[in-house]
Nanobody
Framework: QVQLVESGGGLVQAGGSLRLSCAAS????????MGWFRQAPGKEREFVAA????????YYADSVKGRFTISRDNAKNTLYLQMNVLKPEDTAVYYC??????????????????WGRGTQVTVSS
């Protein structure tokens, strides 16, 4: 099991920035692919970004490409999501996820078996 705790969410104006963090503990964090997903009210949880266990490969949803950057620091067991040029449609609860089965980034939420509780991001217009 991998325990995941997100932080860094909040209220920001459109065009602003936030950096989310996800602290991991438990089994061999550094060998897992990690990802960020989000869920807006009344919508399904959707993929945002993912990163390979070494951090050399990343994968983004088209809606955030060029605005968000995923990264990880395996020495600190921490995953990050830098979010720039935020839009009201980015408003959602953001979840960190870890895959104990895959080392490559994946947009499929079914490939992830450990989830954090989420952090709220609200972007005002």
């Amino acid at each position: 099991q991998v325990q995941l705790v997100e932080s860094g969410g909040g209220l920001v104006q459109a065009g602003g920035s936030l950096r989310l963090s996800c602290a991991a503990s438990g089994r061999t964090y550094s060998t897992y692919a990690m990802g960020w997903f989000r869920q807006a009210p009344g919508k399904e949880r959707e993929f945002v970004a993912a990163i390979s266990w070494r951090g050399t490969r990343t994968y983004y949803a088209d809606s955030v490409k060029g605005r968000f950057t995923i990264s990880r620091d395996n020495a600190k067991n921490t995953l990050y999501l830098q979010m720039n040029v935020l839009k009201p449609e980015d408003t959602a609860v953001y979840y960190c996820a870890a895959s104990t089965a895959y080392s490559s980034p994946s947009p499929d939420r079914n490939d992830y078996d450990n989830w954090g509780r989420g952090t709220q991001v609200t972007v005002s217009s």
